[in-house]
């Protein structure tokens, strides 16, 4: 993903009255009453005001009063008009033509981001669009999506035109207009920062829904990993000079050629961080991780004492754990300990620079690291008298304390019912009940932060149904701990079955099971209390081969059904339910089917038309015609 934006300056959000904003004094009480009629909920009144404020900011030459003015009309516009926002979208037209630079670059920016907004919000009616020869109209719903992605392009790059009056215009010069982070001065001094970065966020963005030429634009040359004085004088050759990576590459290499020697490093940085991230995410070159590596590293180095280098030290971080999680016990054991390199790494960054953006990224990493991890499987039926496997799969646990629990199905369908939001009460049931054993287990600690498995045995029970609840902690406590269960049946009654035909068979021998009783449990759906009701059906008792045939009665709603056998003491009564197919597989319906054919496909009008059928009728697998 690309680097994450530390709350950066953005244009204020259309949709929201920001009215604790700096004023100058001879704008406040205007604001103030803009204010005062929108809460008295008067959006003609509160847009007439706001044209107020427009005109007499535009004659001042206040370009940051004149943008707040044209960001409130397209607000309160949208309140009063139908469809505001393609309306709202070439109103702006009308303001970029009455302004001038810098405040028409800050209203390019704005309307290019308004059609990318529109195409998020739309883009469904965009797709398998075809493009037209002339596409003239203003009506955006019926563009082409090649159509729009320019008129977007075209307007971003518009927005930078002037490019020295707007270095040179700094950012304290637009406040009332903008929302701002901790620490963004240094990263965007100017107004070509800001429009530049809200520039680069679309032409970084992807663009598989752009229709792409033959010779469509990829990032092959290793250049594009090289120091900034490389890169800035690279020359990326393409046809293909729409591409939104070739347009993204160009402005970023501005970007860094206007910082390139700066006094402070801290924009310079920041730039050349999210390009590496770009490119390693879009470039095609075999070897990109160890350039990307190489490349990041360089940053740490040449910067070590600044607070910004930790995000290249966290970036490089998610390269190691990214190659730890391609680890596989047995077959991919070359990135075993990658993880750990990247825990490492992350634990000297997040001690040097313990508050910076990177140094808390790297703290996240490591809290993710390290998050424990287990579960538990065991086979759903285990035979009595007999010790069973259970496969533990584990990550950053090194004891586990188990319970075994003899419950029964009415104790399990009382607990599991509990709606979603007695989740914790449903946990807290389980720890309560009452152990028929309890025992440890040691696990092995490779201390590589990876998943590895291993098996545990548990002692032999007698039939019944059992829950195996286990816990990190001793105390089996809900909070600050893992805990996990798994049932299963202990039982030597099997089945197999082919379609309606079933045999009942000792689990550990394989003998029939002569005389089992069979009951069907049927379920149906209640439509006056909106659930599923259980009852009981047809019965039946297996033969001296273990042998019963299920015969159930056709109904309207109950196609599912359970099957509870009991042999003596014992007994199986297993929670997955089956489909019950109440047509015969061997009476296929008659079906005739007809087919017509003409002597022609056009006619004249009056001529005759001769045709004749043919009428097929399919039983079972036979044809009659």
């Not at 004094?25 to 427009?54: A, F, H, M, Q, R």
């Not at 001793?474 to 039982?491: A, E, G, H, I």
Request: aromatic share 12%; proline share 3%.
């Amino acid at each position: 993903m690309f680097l994450k934006k530390r709350a950066f300056l953005s244009v204020i959000l259309l949709s929201l009255f920001v009215h604790t904003m700096a004023q100058k004094n001879n704008y406040e009480k205007n604001w103030e009453k803009v204010k005062d009629l929108e809460d008295k909920g008067l959006p003609k009144s509160t847009l007439s005001e706001v044209l107020t404020i427009y005109n007499l900011a535009k004659k001042s030459n206040d370009d940051a009063q004149q943008i707040k003015a044209c960001m409130f009309q397209i607000k309160y516009r949208g309140m009063i008009e139908e469809d505001h926002a393609e309306n709202n979208i070439f109103f702006v037209d009308t303001l970029i033509a009455n302004a001038k630079a810098p405040a028409k670059n800050i209203l390019q920016n704005m309307q290019a981001q308004m059609f990318w907004q529109y195409f998020q919000q739309n883009r469904w009616k965009f797709y398998n669009r075809t493009t037209l020869q002339q596409e003239n109209s203003k009506d955006i719903s019926t563009w082409s999506l090649d159509k729009l992605h320019e008129t977007i392009s075209s307007l971003y790059k518009a927005s930078l035109a002037n490019e020295k009056l707007l270095q040179d215009t700094r950012i304290d010069n637009i406040d009332p207009i903008i929302i701002k982070g901790e620490n963004t001065k240094e990263l965007r001094p100017t107004l070509y920062d800001f429009l530049a970065h809200r520039s680069l966020e679309y032409f970084m963005n992807t663009e598989v829904e752009l229709t792409k030429p033959a010779y469509y634009f990829t990032i092959t040359e290793e250049a594009a990993f090289a120091p900034v004085a490389q890169f800035i004088k690279t020359k990326f050759n393409t046809k293909d000079t729409a591409s939104l990576q070739y347009n993204a590459l160009l402005l970023l290499q501005d970007l860094l050629s206007f910082h390139q020697d700066d006094k402070t490093p801290d924009a310079l940085m920041d730039v050349d961080i999210t390009r590496l991230s770009f490119v390693y995410q879009k470039s095609v070159a075999e070897n990109k991780e160890k350039l990307y590596e190489e490349a990041l590293k360089e940053i740490e180095t040449k910067y070590n004492n600044n607070p910004i280098s930790a995000l290249a030290s966290h970036l490089r971080a998610q390269i190691y754990h990214k190659k730890g999680q391609q680890y596989q016990p047995y077959t991919q054991t070359e990135n075993q300990y990658e993880i750990k390199r990247a825990k490492e790494l992350c634990e000297q960054t997040a001690a040097k620079f313990p508050g910076s953006e990177g140094g808390i990224n790297c703290k996240n990493l490591i809290a993710q690291i390290i998050k424990p991890y287990i579960n538990i499987q065991t086979e759903e039926v285990n035979i009595p008298g007999q010790p069973f496997r259970n496969l533990v799969t584990y990550r950053n646990v090194q004891k586990l304390y188990i319970r075994i629990i003899k419950t029964t199905r009415e104790e399990l369908k009382r607990i599991e019912e509990k709606k979603y939001e007695q989740y914790n009460y449903k946990w807290k049931e389980y720890i309560a009940l009452k152990a028929q054993s309890s025992f440890t287990v040691d696990l092995p600690s490779l201390q590589d932060y990876q998943q590895h498995s291993t098996e545990i045995k548990a002692d032999p029970l007698n039939p019944g149904i059992y829950i195996i609840l286990t816990s990190t902690n001793p105390s089996f406590s809900f909070d600050n701990n893992l805990l996990v269960k798994q049932v299963t049946r202990v039982s030597n009654i099997s089945f197999i079955n082919n379609d309606k035909d079933y045999y009942v068979l000792h689990r550990d021998n394989g003998k029939p099971l002569v005389n089992t009783n069979v009951q069907v449990w049927r379920k149906e759906y209640n439509y006056k209390t909106s659930k599923y009701q259980t009852y009981k059906g047809e019965q039946y008792q297996t033969d001296k081969n273990g042998y019963f045939k299920l015969d159930l009665k056709k109904t309207d709603n109950e196609r599912y059904f359970s099957l509870q056998l009991q042999h003596e003491n014992d007994e199986l009564f297993l929670d997955n339910e089956k489909y019950y197919n109440v047509y015969n597989s061997y009476e296929t319906p008659v079906k005739p089917i007809t087919y017509l054919f003409t002597d022609r496909s056009i006619y004249r009008p009056g001529q005759t038309i001769y045709f004749k059928g043919i009428v097929l009728r399919r039983e079972k697998k036979c044809c009659q015609q």
